[in-house]
């Protein structure tokens, strides 16, 4: 019966293990491919802070990524299916859904829901403020706390016949967005946009000017609604 070379079979094993252990330390992480089961970062306690590959999500598993708390909760997600059908959320640290996108209809967001505004159809036929002055008037004041780079506003603008006008955005009587032409007998929705100035969550006023061009009736305003938007 022969040997039985176990002593260096175990050594070289032990050898080869030290060896991949080394490439591993010195080595850096250029391309991986994960078919099954999940990546994870943890924090030096073992919590959980990063999952790519299989996260759970309402009773089943789902293939995306997810980011945690120290706490366990999770506070991002992002998966998507053999449809097409992706998602993404942000939750808080109750675990409720704070912002997502809907993914019935693919487009847009699921939450949060959004508030529109109203007005009497009277001020949309006629909106009541109104100037004929020759210099830039303020008919409206939008204020908010500065969240966007930029503000818009959703404006009616009426003339009267052979009038025409301008309108504009301004602080403190200094336009902040272009001009833009209100035609003789006008009766429509403008969209008037113009960067914020000031640092993110400061309060701010801006006003909606409008002046008489040419002829001698009225140029009228309302504001449709007031929203940010990006750069």
Known sequence: MG????PDDLL????DLQRQIKEL???TLSNAVLSQGS??????????????????????VKQGVASYR??????SV????ASGSGYWAILDEAGAIVASTDTVSGSGLALPYLQYRSMPYSEVLTPPQSTTSATFTPLHRLSGQKQN???????ITQADAATTGEV???VGGVAISDVTVIPASDNSYRTVDAPLGGPHMSFFNVDVEARRVTGAGAIRVGVGFVSGRQS
């Open 3 to 6: 040997a039985v070379n176990q």
């Open 12 to 15: 070289s094993i032990v050898k």
């Open 25 to 27: 330390r010195r080595g």
């Open 39 to 60: 990546l994870e970062v943890r924090s030096p306690t073992g919590q959980v802070l990063f999952r790519a590959g299989d996260i759970p999500w309402g009773g089943t």
């Open 70 to 75: 120290y706490d366990g909760s999770m506070s």
């Open 78 to 81: 992002a998966w998507d299916d």
């Open 149 to 155: 780079p930029w503000i818009r506003a959703y404006l």
């Open 168 to 170: 504009q955005l301004a």
